[in-house]
């Protein structure tokens, strides 16, 4: 199997949503090639996106497509001369991604174009070429500065060393993370600027992810009021937290009716682009009423949002909606996580959230699950050296008490920090696994915040859950509340909201306090030491059976000087 040294996009690039743009603000709009090549083949794909590089600077990658039947017809076009590579990303970066790569191929005075079907598998390492080459070049067009490439795959190659293209066409499901990179040479190296991550929606309109969040948000709230930390000036010390309150008054200096009885249908995260990397998460509760700041404690209030990198905008469903106004919550707290390892000075924040909402209520309540360790019990004890597992179970005893009615769960959420290699939930009924989710290649630098990507599901009274991280330990780390600690946590977004103390089913210390807590709702906990093997990680790995194609990749490419 040939390795392709192809380094498409770097380990310090993150990913957030910091502000709208113009999708056809690009400089490709103003090549001739690419018009010509609209004109005469773009009726060929229904839907398409522009997607900018961090810089915003004009560049980026165009992407046409069509569903077919079983399959995608893509076109991925750019500003280059001898490569463009495509993506779907696990988390958002390279580690976990399903590629191609179409490449100019010199030949004496001739020059074609081949495509190469490739993974990604832990750390930002070369691609693999994949054992069935499942990508069908279809049409390239290369001159005047301009690569335009047609592909063609099954939505599903039943391949584990491919990622499906799934139907995200729900607004609640989260659409597809993705990464292309592009350059003018036949050595594959992109530099700092010829690369983006962004996000399709491929089952959705042709608009961007955040776009059409906004469009949403027009048709369904009558406002919205902002949570943010209004220039905040960070300290130099490495982890800091800080919280933020906000009472009737100011929310309603923001023209919200508090007076009125009001439902939360849509949160956005606003993330200052110059202080993007400083924060490390937020997290946000609804309390009761205060005017000098003396109830604003996360212990008078409920948990109703977290954020972290790589998380977008997120509509609530149209059956659900978070109350808050007249006869209910009417302060709110938001708690910002920063993270200045280099203890740099002068740096001022306003990041914070955006929350859209209506006066027309819907029937559920929203509410939050938080299982693992969500309290950090344990918190100073080492997750241990090389490859571990810890395992946390939230029994069934919780949601027998607790849910008189089965819920749904719309938004499934995975949270480690970075020695993080893997995390997997489980959902147990009756003894028996019935579903579970998994970041196999879990990349906290590219998605803080792994939320799944999946249709809404059942929990049923009774049901239990097992949550497992995996750690590579390498210098101490221990579990806690700082930048450099680790945590294994999930959380559930569901309807209608249940009674569980906190929204908590998590670990608590043997003869630890849990006044909080209900002694139906205290999970278990176990750890071990692996080996790589343990991880159980299947994508990556070789197909059973032949491939659907017989397609493979011919001449040779000189990527080894990069």
Not at 4 to 22: P, Q, R, T, V
Not at 149 to 165: G, I, Y
Not at 240 to 269: R, W
């Amino acid at each position: 199997m040939r390795h392709l040294l192809i380094l498409f996009w770097g380990a310090s690039f993150k990913f957030f949503c910091h502000g709208s743009f113009d999708t056809n603000s690009s400089l490709l709009e103003l090549e001739n090639t690419y018009i010509n090549w609209k004109s005469n083949r773009g009726s060929n794909f229904e839907k398409h996106v522009f997607l900018p590089t961090r810089q915003k600077d004009g560049n980026g990658v165009s992407i046409h497509w069509s569903i077919e039947d079983d399959k995608i017809r893509l076109a991925a076009a750019t500003r280059a001369q001898g490569w463009i590579g495509f993506g779907i990303a696990e988390a958002g970066g390279m580690p976990g991604a399903d590629v191609f790569l179409f490449s100019l191929v010199k030949n004496g005075n001739k020059t074609s174009g081949e495509i190469t079907d490739a993974y990604i598998g832990e750390g930002y390492v070369d691609p693999t070429e994949d054992i069935c080459q499942d990508w069908v070049l279809l049409h390239y067009v290369a001159e005047n500065g301009v690569i335009i490439v047609e592909a063609e795959r099954a939505l599903d190659t039943k391949d584990p060393q491919d990622r499906p293209f799934l139907d995200d066409s729900n607004i609640n499901m989260p659409s597809h993370r993705i990464i292309a990179a592009w350059g003018d040479n036949d050595v594959v190296f992109h530099g700092p600027k010829n690369r983006l991550q962004g996000s399709i929606r491929f089952y959705g309109p042709s608009m961007t992810d955040e776009a059409i969040f906004l469009s949403a948000m027009d048709k369904e709230s009558e406002g919205y009021f902002d949570l943010k930390a209004n220039g905040y000036e960070l300290s130099t010390a490495e982890t800091i937290y800080k919280s933020f309150c906000f009472n009737a008054t100011d929310i309603n200096d923001q023209k919200v009716p508090m007076d009125s009885s009001l439902h939360m249908i849509g949160i956005a995260p606003l993330i200052n682009t110059e202080t993007a990397k400083y924060v490390h998460h937020l997290v946000v509760f609804s309390m009761p009423s205060f005017e000098d700041g003396s109830g604003c404690n996360e212990m008078y209030g409920e948990m109703i949002y977290v954020w972290a990198p790589g998380e977008n905008a997120f509509a609530l469903p149209s059956a659900a909606g978070l109350p808050f106004g007249n006869n209910s919550s009417k302060a709110f707290m938001i708690q910002m996580h920063y993270n200045n390892p280099q203890g740099d000075e002068g740096i001022v924040d306003s990041s914070g959230i955006r929350v859209y909402y209506t006066s027309k209520l819907r029937k559920e309540t929203m509410g939050l699950l938080q299982i693992g360790d969500p309290l950090v019990r344990l918190a100073g004890n080492g997750i241990g050296k090389g490859l571990t597992r810890h395992e946390f179970v939230c029994p069934s005893s919780c949601t027998e008490e607790f849910m008189s009615q089965n819920v749904t769960v719309v938004r499934e959420m995975l949270h480690l920090h970075q020695t993080g290699v893997k995390i997997v939930n489980e959902q147990i009924r009756n003894g028996q696994v019935i579903r579970y989710s998994q970041a196999e290649y879990y990349d906290f630098d590219q998605n803080g915040l792994f939320a799944m990507q999946q249709d809404a599901f059942n929990v049923n009274s009774g049901d239990s859950f097992k949550t497992s991280c995996y750690y590579n330990g390498k210098k101490g780390e221990i579990f806690g509340y700082g930048s450099e600690d680790e945590m294994c946590i999930t959380y559930l977004m569901y309807y209608p909201k249940t009674d569980i103390p906190l929204g908590v089913c998590g670990y608590v210390e043997s003869g630890g306090a849990s006044d909080y807590l209900s002694e139906s709702c205290l999970a278990s906990y176990d750890s071990i030491g692996i080996e790589e093997r343990d991880l159980g990680r299947v994508f990556g790995t070789e197909k059973e059976g032949d491939c659907m194609l017989t397609v493979t990749s011919s001449g040779s490419r000189n990527m080894n000087n990069w």
